[in-house]
């Protein structure tokens, strides 16, 4: 694909310790498209990104950015990415200003454009009233926006993102797929890893599942979810938690997954079967405080294929 502007293909590093990390993962993201890479935790999300922002080599495999060699031109293809990791560090007695400065000049940035494009930024993040404090004082949160501005100042033609929402609150994370939005209407590819499902499909036009370090598949969140038709989720919230087993074994349910103190539970779409459900719920002393009936997420399609939960009980 001539036209991708990062072409990743068949990725693999292992870390010499664990022997985990990412194995043979090809991708590539076309000018204006965001690329969900999805996964648990430790499915290798964070690894495939340090790679690709050349921040370690891989053990074998290849990549270009915006035709650059990833392995051989790294100085060039840095230039050309906007990189947000999952633990932001900045220079702590320095402004928040001082800090994204510094970053935008550093790729290149003329001192006029990077004040600009700085202050719409902190504008926009809702840090503008916070940018001559140091770096230091900044919340997680406030610390995170400021590694967003960072990744976002330059126009970067290619942003590694690596769960950019994780602790951002919900003006703050607008603020952010709205940025998101702008910067792939602008030509910018996105790789976002995420395993915020609803993030996901709400920003992403494919997706690539990760399952222990591979990509095991890849799709529209709205091709993935349709391979999924005829079930939905009937999500009850119970006043308490109960023992559930009763419930898995009304015919037509597939699985049932505690949530908080509610219960998720997966099953066919078959006349009857919400009575079934609520009915057997009931039986194992469930006092049922709220009901859904909803479609299959992304999170579904993952442990269809995997056997495995995308989040544990208590990131659900
Ligand atoms: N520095 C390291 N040394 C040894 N093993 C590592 C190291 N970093 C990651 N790993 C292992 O590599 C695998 C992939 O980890 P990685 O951080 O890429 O996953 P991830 O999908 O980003 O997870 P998370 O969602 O928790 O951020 C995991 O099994 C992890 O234990």
């Not at 204006?32 to 690709?52: D, W, Y």
């Not at 719409?120 to 140091?134: C, I, N, P, S, V």
Request: proline share 4%.
């Amino acid at each position: 694909m001539a036209s991708a502007a990062l072409e990743a293909e068949n990725i693999t590093r292992r870390y010499r310790s664990s022997g985990r990390g990412v194995e043979g993962v090809s991708l590539s993201v076309a000018p204006g498209e965001v690329l969900g890479l999805v996964g648990p935790n430790g499915s290798g999300k964070s690894t495939l990104l340090r790679v690709l922002s050349t921040a370690i080599a891989p053990d074998s495999g290849a990549f270009r950015v915006c035709g650059l060699d990833g392995l051989r031109e790294r100085r060039k293809v840095r230039a050309r990415l906007g990189i947000m990791v999952d633990r932001p560090t900045h220079y702590g007695d320095l402004s928040g200003w001082a800090n994204a400065y510094l970053f935008a000049r550093a790729y290149g940035v003329p001192e006029e454009k990077a004040d600009r494009a700085l202050r719409g930024l902190f504008e926009h993040f809702g840090l503008a009233e916070y940018r001559d404090e140091k770096a230091k004082t900044y919340s997680y949160g406030m610390a995170k926006k400021l590694a967003l501005i960072e990744a976002l100042a330059h126009e970067p033609a290619v942003l590694l993102l690596d769960e950019p929402s994780l602790g951002l609150d919900y003006t703050s994370r607008l603020a952010y797929q709205r940025k998101l939005r702008e910067a792939a209407e602008n030509g910018c590819a996105v790789l976002l890893a995420s395993n915020q499902v609803d993030e996901v499909e709400a920003l992403c036009d494919r997706v690539v599942f990760l399952h222990r370090g591979r990509a095991v598949a890849e799709g529209t969140p709205e091709g993935l979810v349709s391979s999924l038709e005829g079930l939905r989720r009937v999500v009850a919230a119970l006043r308490n938690p109960v023992p559930y087993a009763e419930v898995g074994e009304v015919p037509g349910v597939r699985r049932v997954v505690p949530e908080g103190r509610g219960l998720v539970v997966h099953c066919e779409d078959r006349p009857g079967i919400v009575a079934g459900v609520v009915g057997a719920i009931v039986r194992c002393g469930g006092d049922i405080t709220g009901l859904s009936v909803e479609r299959p997420t992304l999170e579904d399609v993952f442990a269809r294929l995997t056997g495995e939960a995308l989040r544990g009980e208590d990131e659900a």
